[in-house]
């Protein structure tokens, strides 16, 4: 991949813009999932934005293809509803997308937990932000497995809310590029026994759904499903975090 001329260093272009101050940056892309960082874990890997590669100026019009089975599976009747295309209900829903879009691109390899993720894709002009608060501040003092799948590892809050922080993502249509129900709602608004299932039975979930499952490690499981049971029942305090 040739990225020389096509690609802008992130710093460079967000300080350019003026609602951009803070050590908090947040990038939010076409599918309105929204990734936070802090900017002293990503500066020294020197973070691109890649707007073209080769030939190719508007990373856009590069895309793979899906279909969801359901847009939520407690209620089964609910396709994606038509919308550019002709469809009838009882056809085949239309096709959804995920362009490449602009992304991020570490010019020095960075840890795992910068690993290329759907978020750093599908990027625009407007998606980045800096803040001078942490946006998922509500989130922060859960027990640090339980930190690490909400954010970097299983990505629940750049998708989901969750203590009224993170995000509310979308598919994305494939001719209109415009959003397509399918949201990603608060975790503590799923009917209880949809949030015991997701999380105790991901593979056959992901399977009904037309999704690739995305598991949650043993060891957050368990206090993941608690914290948000308790969310929702308006207790926000869980198990505090032991150590840093
Ligand atoms: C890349 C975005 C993204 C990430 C990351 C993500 N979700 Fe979702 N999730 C969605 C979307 C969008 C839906 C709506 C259903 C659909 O169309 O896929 C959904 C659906 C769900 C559902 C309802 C499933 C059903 O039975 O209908 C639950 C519960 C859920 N997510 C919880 C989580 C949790 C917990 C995490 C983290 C471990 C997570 N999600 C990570 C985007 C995401």
Request: charged share 25%; with cysteine.
């Given at each position: 991949?040739?990225?020389?001329?096509?690609?802008?260093?992130?710093?460079?272009?967000?300080?350019?813009?003026?609602?951009?101050?803070?050590?908090?940056?947040?990038?939010?892309?076409?599918?309105g999932?929204?990734?936070?960082?802090?900017?002293?874990?990503?500066?020294?890997?020197?973070?691109?934005?890649?707007?073209?590669?080769?030939?190719?100026?508007?990373?856009?019009?590069?895309?793979?293809?899906?279909?969801?089975?359901?847009?939520?599976?407690?209620?089964?009747?609910?396709?994606?509803?038509?919308?550019?295309?002709?469809?009838?209900?009882?056809?085949?829903?239309?096709?959804?997308?995920?362009?490449?879009?602009?992304?991020?691109?570490?010019?020095?390899?960075?840890?795992?937990?910068?690993?290329?993720?759907?978020?750093?894709?599908?990027?625009?002009?407007?998606?980045?932000?800096?803040?001078?608060?942490?946006?998922?501040?509500?989130?922060?003092?859960?027990?640090?497995?339980?930190?690490?799948?909400?954010?970097?590892?299983?990505?629940?809050?750049?998708c989901h809310?969750?203590?009224?922080?993170?995000s509310r993502s979308h598919?994305?249509?494939?001719?209109?590029?415009?959003?397509?129900?399918?949201f990603a709602l608060?975790?503590?608004?799923?009917?209880?026994?949809?949030?015991?299932?997701?999380?105790?039975?991901?593979?056959?979930?992901?399977?009904?759904?037309?999704?690739?499952?995305?598991?949650?490690?043993?060891?957050?499981?368990?206090?993941?499903?608690?914290?948000?049971?308790?969310?929702?029942?308006?207790?926000?305090?869980?198990?505090?975090?032991?150590?840093?």
């Amino acid at each position: 991949m040739s990225v020389s001329r096509r690609c802008f260093y992130l710093f460079t272009t967000i300080a350019r813009k003026s609602c951009c101050i803070g050590r908090f940056i947040v990038l939010t892309n076409i599918h309105g999932e929204r990734q936070v960082w802090r900017r002293e874990q990503i500066e020294r890997y020197q973070p691109a934005i890649v707007i073209g590669i080769d030939d190719e100026k508007n990373l856009f019009r590069l895309s793979t293809f899906f279909r969801m089975h359901h847009e939520y599976s407690w209620r089964p009747g609910s396709q994606p509803p038509p919308l550019a295309m002709p469809w009838r209900p009882g056809s085949q829903p239309p096709p959804l997308a995920m362009p490449l879009g602009a992304f991020i691109y570490f010019l020095k390899e960075p840890p795992q937990e910068l690993a290329a993720q759907s978020w750093h894709f599908g990027l625009t002009e407007d998606s980045f932000r800096r803040f001078k608060d942490d946006p998922l501040k509500a989130i922060r003092d859960v027990p640090q497995d339980v930190e690490q799948a909400l954010t970097f590892r299983n990505g629940c809050v750049y998708c989901h809310s969750f203590r009224g922080a993170g995000s509310r993502s979308h598919h994305v249509q494939a001719l209109t590029g415009k959003a397509q129900g399918g949201f990603a709602l608060r975790l503590e608004s799923y009917p209880p026994e949809v949030w015991r299932e997701f999380i105790f039975n991901q593979t056959a979930v992901a399977r009904k759904m037309g999704a690739t499952p995305n598991i949650v490690t043993e060891a957050a499981r368990q206090t993941l499903f608690e914290l948000v049971e308790r969310s929702r029942r308006g207790e926000v305090a869980g198990p505090a975090r032991q150590s840093k």
